[in-house]
């Protein structure tokens, strides 16, 4: 009896040690001299600088509150159940990129006039939009590929 447990024992041991997790953390010691684009390309800009691009994804209204979902290409899909106004954004440098945000909202106060706007904007500028007025708890999408 006592050999098994002898053996049982070292197999937990070899079996935790084989299963044990590597984390390995990089941190940069200083930022990029060089900013690249979609593959990891440079994308030359007015006198040979990079585009920056700034994507912002905007929640607004009186909802108490709502889930948000949106695509970036440091963070990949988000979501995030949150409260209003909500804004996110990020830098790229990409020459196009897919945008899309969507914003559920999943409880109203008791008010007369319900209001719910999602806005992604580039550079500044409204590039989507999309509003409704109604008590419906449906989802806002806003999507397109913008140029910088």
């Known amino acids: 009896m006592r050999p098994v447990l002898l053996l049982v024992a070292a197999l937990a041991?070899?079996?935790?040690?084989?299963?044990?997790d590597t984390i390995v953390t990089t941190v940069p010691t200083q930022a990029s001299s060089v900013p690249v684009g979609a593959g990891g390309v440079p994308v030359p800009g007015p006198g040979g600088g990079v585009i920056q691009s700034v994507i912002e994804f905007r929640a607004n209204g009186n909802a108490t509150s709502v889930r948000i979902r949106y695509s970036t290409p440091i963070d990949g899909l988000v979501q995030v159940v949150t409260t209003l106004p909500y804004n996110a954004s990020f830098r790229t440098s990409a020459p196009t990129m897919f945008l899309a945000l969507d914003v559920t909202p999943l409880s109203y106060p008791f008010i007369t006039y319900p209001f719910l706007s999602a806005q992604i904007v580039a550079n500044g500028s409204l590039f989507r939009e999309a509003t409704s007025s109604t008590f419906m708890l449906e989802t806002l999408s806003v999507s397109g590929?913008?140029?910088?």
């Open 13 to 20: 041991a070899l079996g935790v040690a084989a299963c044990s």
């Open 145 to 148: 590929t913008s140029l910088p």
